[in-house]
DNA sequence: TTCTCAAACAGGAATAATTCTTATCTGATA
DNA sequence: TATCAGATAAGAATTATTCCTGTTTGAGAA
């Protein structure tokens, strides 16, 4: 049951739980686009209409903290919230500002292996990510 | 001269040219970081005190549209300016939230061709790039 | 179960980056 | 040198995000 998920995985990395993070976590684990703040806020309102924008942001700060989401920055500035965990890039279409998830496992090894094999100077590499941009056929 | 290159440059790329234009262009040329608005109005003003803030914004603007220049967005969610033209990746200190140009023929021509030869479904590929994140030594 | 308290929440005010608006000015061409 | 489309200055407006304050809630103790 998706509430006993939620609830597990919300406990497990350290956050008390609350049905406003359960909701939270909740929309974000069924979307498959990388939705912002207010995308997030107009979902979750529909399983509990009193929630607050402030709490959307701070709830999902805190699941980036804590690990559950990855958070990053669109080219027009807006921050983009993404449930997915393992390493992998994006697809930003130039035409639709649409961005896609890029999984591809040979790729990223390609290059977890060639930035072993060639340390930057003065540089320690925690994340490596890879920005495609381009157009949807 | 550099007002002489700058000129060409603005009036190849088939943009009027004015004298903001070119205090605008030569700041970004100088300019080894990956200034924000902000900090291109700062240094315009040494060269040109009248200038508004406005102005930077859609001249910057104006040189990315004419490809005199690259846009993109840092993790907090502000507009950096970059003036190398040719793909370079970025390295950004998760600890310092400095980023530098990192760049790196070898990796840059080893993804190019792979993304050739490995085509993505339904996607025409213009620009590669790459984020590395970690933290300066 | 009820009590207690640190943490979380709602609501809205405040902030910061960016865009828009309008009246004025300027560079390129004739 | 006169013309005019396009560029600029100044500041108002907008948008995404953070902050503040009083109220509520979840989890553990009694």
Redesign the interface.
């Known amino acids: 049951m998706i509430a006993e998920t939620a609830r597990e995985k919300i406990t497990e990395s350290g956050l008390k739980f609350t049905h406003q993070r359960m909701v939270v976590y909740n929309a974000l684990q069924v979307s498959a686009d990388h939705p912002t703040a207010e995308m997030v806020f107009a979902k979750v309102k529909e399983a509990n209409p009193s929630i607050s924008l402030g709490t959307v942001y701070k709830t999902l700060e805190n699941f980036v903290k804590a690990g559950l989401l990855q958070k990053?920055?669109?080219?027009?500035?807006?921050?983009r919230f993404d449930p997915m965990l393992e390493t992998h890039s994006h697809?930003y279409?130039?035409a639709t500002q649409q961005i896609k998830d890029?999984k591809?496992p040979?790729?990223e090894l390609?290059?977890k292996k060639?930035?072993q094999a060639?340390q930057?100077e003065?540089?320690?590499?925690?994340?490596?990510?890879?920005?495609?941009?381009?157009?949807?056929?």
């Open positions: 990053f920055t669109d080219d027009s500035g807006v921050m697809l279409c130039t890029y591809n040979e790729l390609l290059l060639y930035l060639n930057i003065d540089f320690e590499v925690e994340e490596v990510s890879l920005v495609i941009k381009g157009k949807t056929k």
